[in-house]
């Protein structure tokens, strides 16, 4: 008799029901399913960091690398000028020209551009006028790759003056 009063006051409280567990596990689902969307979400945002960040050295080492030619011959100017817009000009180690540079596998596309800044006409410096007789060269350096998304291309830019000894004549 005590054995049954015992068995029947514990009777409700004494385990998990069906109900209970599949609560429990539903519960338990939702929780993960959030907590692995905001790991892969992370890790997105990693890949696309490191991503920008590669692009980035790339854009500084093509501008360091049109400095050093512009400033290496006294018709280097005239030639990047003339050059325009040209695609993966500088190729990275074991690379060839042209095509895409490989960093951590994936293909970057640098496009570099140059023009002549064009003196103005204005009165006063200030207003690029005529006082301003030496051109500059405009550089831009826009690199992109793959899977960018809605991620901007990393731009970079850059003045360049030729010294005045070159005998480059204006661009006006």
Known sequence: ?????????RG?????????IVIAMVIFGAMATAVVGII????SLGVSN???????NLAAREVDLVRQEFAATKTAPVTLANAGSVTNPHPLAGG???SPLIVDGTAYTVV???????TGTGASACEGGSLVKYPTLGVTVSVTWPGM????????TAALAPDKTTGIPTTS
């Open 112 to 118: 570099r551009s140059a023009q002549w800044n064009i």
């Open 40 to 43: 892969l979400q992370a890790q």
């Open 149 to 156: 998304g809605s991620v901007q291309p990393v731009v970079q």
């Open 1 to 9: 008799m005590r054995t049954l009063r015992a068995r029947h006051a």
């Open 96 to 98: 060839t020209a042209g």
């Open 12 to 20: 409700h409280d004494a385990g998990f029901t069906l109900i209970e």
């Open 50 to 56: 490191r991503n920008r960040v590669a692009a980035s």
